[in-house]
């Protein structure tokens, strides 16, 4: 019977695998203390957190997410099984208003007075009893200055027709927005519907030239070189110049959307105690040291300046200077509004 | 007729040694046929190109895939190290068997039943709609179910709900088999005296198998690839390869990601190859016991 | 008989009830919710969204994504069918081993495989940079970032959906039916117009609904291979549970993408019932 046996045998073999993988799984775990981490990608430096492991017999599961709002929905919609979390800047003060977020518990976290004084209390935590910033960085202009050789110094200079068909945007709607709004003047958070429009408008002359929005590969795309032009993170942007030294950085004269990525620990989660531990952890300076050099983002503990590599402290595009951090804005919730700029940003990317 | 169908032979021509009119088309249906041959090879290279590709990149000693920088094996050997792919990739492939065998266990009966009612077409439908709602409406529909439920999200979950999208898969395969079989053979069955049950496993059940083994590895394919309906539902130590990939771009896929493609690629062919060589000498000791029998 | 079978359909559907039927139930509900503020949910009930759907920035992407699905199920019929077919001419073995060999490219990753088509198409990528050393073309040609190159994306992503379906029907059809055209007479043509391809509808059927379902909803092909303005229905409902933290209206625009889609596939079936289906054989 040459058919069914075709199907029996990979099927019985499957089945035994399957049955084998389970239960091999399922005897893992013993009585270690496990902390379930959510956070973007490559966020931490794998020996810092091997090391944890081991001072505090403990097990880490590191679960990722790509946007804050992935993460927010995936909180809204069920039980947080998770203890440390990192939302952006405006998520952690919507995740106050909407009560998703554990108060913490500063005697654990000696290492938290670390924190740089600029954000130690942000706008978005002002208490700081919610959330530690982890990491920050500025939305500039990166260029190529092989192709292009003016003078980059405003956001006007990503509408010169000379670089039609070699602009990125990110692919982020208040982040394009508020980079438009800033632009003409506006805050980048706008909730004035005349003041919306008038940088949507101001949008739509741009769109034509540009050849994509993109967040994931922006870094490639600039070093591949298929765009000349664009916004950029400034922690991508020293990761490109690494790899690219052609490509310049930029924080245009009318200003910049600055953000932060914080960690915190969500409302109910099981290992609150660990989290805060893990936290502290985090923040000794030794430790700050080479987990941020690791992932290439600025260091917001001061006590670890000492332990910084000199190449590290000098680079200006991780390290945005005083008076370009004069210019900055953070992004906060605009509410209702919301709605109106998704419906531009509909607009925008679909060509209606 | 001839192994690939060809049936051009002597006898086909009339005595002036033009086709007799049934074969008029011979020479024609050739032509088709190589044609279709030659497209089938080209669509099979354009299907191929993006695996060449990445399988040379996983060499490159950059870690952004931008432009070549040299030949390296350090990705491989990286990728052996990295615990947290490996465990991705162990999950992945542990869900993906599970919800395929489920889903054809469930799928295959109902499909069956499917056949025999009256508005197949009505019902065909409703199983068309795991595939056609949005992944992100059913992945935080799920969530929300689950979290009602008070079930905690592990493995399970994911697998759950991925039987749910590939169930549909096998039924509409089978409902498509089975709309060409006919009656026949099973009345023929019934008429030589089997009952219900010898007619479904012998007679029945064999000529579903193409369609029960297509379904099953469209199934397992989904299941590896699903990644917005499995980031919702699974649990913090389930994360599965496309979580674990989705999440490395924005720092950037590291050439890791590559190798395991390559390493994942190697590995299915070289089991497959080994399932066949078994099959064949399976096939030849049954040949040998049983020299009369025709082997189709 | 049936009694017999009912028994064993009960579990398959009591699974998609379950894992399916509630929890589509609980979000078409949400779909008449009100949002409130900062995108939680208010006990109040509301037909706004449907309301704000009726507009036409949000009817022309949904009809520009339905029109896209269509193209993109026949390219791939025109494209898998002649694959399909010469799979079903081999011996026994040679089928599985192609089937083996088009299943292949699936088992990796769709984004990782999408990247990988940027490394080919972009502008000095492997295709354009083969292009301009052969001498054919002197600038890169922009396959990229373009609503073709979503296309692309999509039929190469969907392929099997519409192969595997019609090879199955293709495999089962009877030789003998296509040797009788033929001595009748008939042309290739004219025998797989009149013959096969009534017989395999089944099987195109099939692969042409599973191709259009899925490609109605995609996002990841226009999000990584799409230019600045290809975005279609399934990246605005994306936008709508994630960065317009709304899920209400994502939902009612889920639930219309739904139906419209049904209506599509009906449509579709009532057409070619007569042309295929179930003839005794």
């Known amino acids: 019977m040459g058919k069914t046996s075709f199907v029996a045998k990979p099927l019985t073999a499957t089945v035994l695998v399957m049955v084998l993988a389970l239960v091999l799984t399922a005897c893992g775990g013993g009585a270690k203390q496990t902390l379930n981490v959510f956070s973007w990608t490559d966020n931490f430096d794998e020996e810092v957190l091997e090391s944890f492991e081991e001072q505090f017999d403990a097990k880490i599961n590191y679960n990722t997410y790509s946007s804050n709002e992935e993460l927010l929905a995936k909180l809204q919609a069920g039980d947080s099984q998770y203890d440390i979390i990192q939302p952006s800047d405006y998520m952690v003060g919507t995740m106050i208003e909407l009560g998703l977020l554990e108060k913490l518990n500063k005697d654990n976290i000696p290492n938290a007075a670390n924190i740089v004084p600029t954000f130690s209390a942000p706008p978005f935590d002002p208490t700081g009893e919610y959330s530690i910033v982890y990491t920050w960085g500025v939305t500039g202009i990166a260029y190529n200055k092989k192709y292009v050789t003016d003078v980059i110094d405003s956001w006007e200079d990503l509408w010169n027709p000379a670089y039609k068909g070699k602009v990125v945007l990110l692919d982020d709607s208040r982040e394009v927005i508020g980079m438009a709004l800033i632009k003409n003047g506006f805050s980048n958070s706008t909730q004035n519907p005349d003041e919306l429009r008038k940088a949507v408008d101001d949008l739509k002359a741009l769109v034509p030239n540009v050849l994509a929005f993109d967040t994931d590969n922006i870094k490639q795309k600039f070093i591949a070189e298929e765009v000349w032009i664009g916004t950029l993170w400034s922690g991508d942007a020293a990761f490109v110049q690494a790899e690219n030294p052609d490509v310049e950085f930029v924080v245009p004269k009318e200003g910049a959307t600055i953000w932060a990525d914080t960690v915190a620990i969500p409302k109910g989660a099981k290992n609150k105690e660990l989290a805060e531990k893990f936290i502290n952890y985090l923040f000794e300076p030794e430790v700050s040291a080479k987990n941020f050099e690791s992932i290439g983002y600025g260091d917001p503990n001061e006590k670890a300046r000492p332990f910084h590599s000199e190449e590290y402290l000098a680079n200006k595009t991780i390290f945005t200077s005083d008076e370009d951090l004069a210019r900055t804005e953070w992004l906060v919730d605009v509410g209702d509004m919301l709605q109106e700029y998704d419906r531009y940003w509909t607009e925008l990317t679909s060509g209606h | 007729m001839g192994r690939n169908g060809t049936d051009l032979s002597g006898a086909d021509r009339d005595t002036a040694g033009r086709p007799e009119r049934g074969n008029r088309g011979v020479t024609s249906r050739t032509v088709y046929r190589r044609a279709v041959a030659a497209y089938s090879v080209a669509m099979l290279a354009v299907l191929h190109a993006p695996l060449v590709v990445l399988i040379a990149y996983s060499f490159n000693d950059s870690r952004i895939n931008a432009a070549w920088s040299g030949f390296t094996w350090k990705w491989y050997v990286s990728l052996l190290g990295n615990e947290r792919v490996l465990e991705a990739l162990g999950n992945s492939l542990t869900i993906a068997a599970a919800s395929t065998l489920i889903a054809a266990l469930l799928g295959v009966p109902a499909a069956v039943w499917l056949h025999r009612r009256k508005r197949q077409a009505l019902w065909s439908g409703l199983f068309y709609l795991p595939q056609l709602m949005p992944d992100i409406f059913m992945g935080l529909a799920l969530l929300i179910l689950f979290s009602r439920l008070d079930i905690p999200l592990g493995k399970w979950t994911v697998i759950a709900a991925h039987v749910t999208f590939c169930v549909p898969v096998v039924v509409l395969f089978v409902l498509a088999r089975l709309s060409g079989i006919g009656r026949e053979l099973e009345e023929a069955a019934s008429d030589l005296g089997a009952t219900p049950r010898q007619t479904f496993f012998r007679v029945t059940l064999p000529l579903l198998v193409p369609a029960i083994v297509s379904a099953m590895l469209l199934s397992f394919t989904m299941s590896l690839d699903d990644f917005v309906i499995t980031f919702f539902v699974a649990g913090p130590e389930s994360t599965t390869l496309p979580l674990y990939i989705y999440g490395l771009v924005k720092r950037g896929v590291s050439p890791e990601v590559n190798a395991l493609s390559a390493l994942m690629v190697a590995v299915t062919v070289l089991l497959l190859v080994g399932a066949e060589l078994v099959r064949r000498r399976g096939e030849t000791a049954a040949r040998a016991a049983q020299p009369t029998r025709k082997e189709t | ?281």
């Open chain 3, 1 to 281: 008989m049936l009694r017999r079978g009912g028994f064993f359909a009960f579990f398959p559907l009591a699974w998609m009830i379950l894992f399916f039927g509630v929890p589509t139930f609980l979000v078409v509900l949400l779909s008449f919710r009100e949002r409130g503020t900062l995108g939680e949910i208010l006990p109040g009930y509301t037909l706004e969204h449907y309301r704000r759907l009726a507009d036409p920035l949000y009817m022309g992407i949904l009809l520009d994504s339905l029109i896209v699905a269509v193209v993109v199920t026949l390219l791939c019929l025109a494209l898998g069918y002649p694959l399909a077919y010469h799979i079903s001419r081999q011996s026994r073995r040679s089928q599985r081993v192609w089937l083996f060999l088009v299943i292949l490219p699936f088992l990796i990753n769709f984004l990782i495989r999408s990247y990988a088509w940027v490394i080919l198409l972009r502008a000095q990528g492997v295709v354009n940079t083969a292009l301009m050393k052969l001498g054919l073309i002197s600038q890169p040609l922009p396959l990229l970032y373009n609503d073709g190159a979503v296309l692309l994306g999509m039929v190469y992503g969907l392929l099997p959906f519409m192969v595997l379906p019609v090879y199955i029907s293709l495999e089962r059809l009877d030789r003998r039916k296509l040797e009788a055209a033929y001595d009748l007479g008939a042309t290739p043509l004219r025998a797989f117009w009149h013959v096969t391809l009534p017989l395999t509808m089944p099987g195109v059927l099939t692969g042409a609904t599973l191709v259009f379902v899925s490609s109605s909803g995609m996002f990841v092909v226009p999000e990584v291979m799409g230019g600045a303005q290809s975005a279609l229905i399934g990246n605005v409902i994306q936008n709508q549970f994630l960065s317009a933290r709304n899920w209400p209206f994502g939902s009612a625009m889920s639930v219309i993408l739904t139906l419209a889609s049904l209506a599509m596939i009906a449509l579709m079936y009532r057409a070619f019932r007569t042309a295929g289906g179930k003839e005794p054989m």
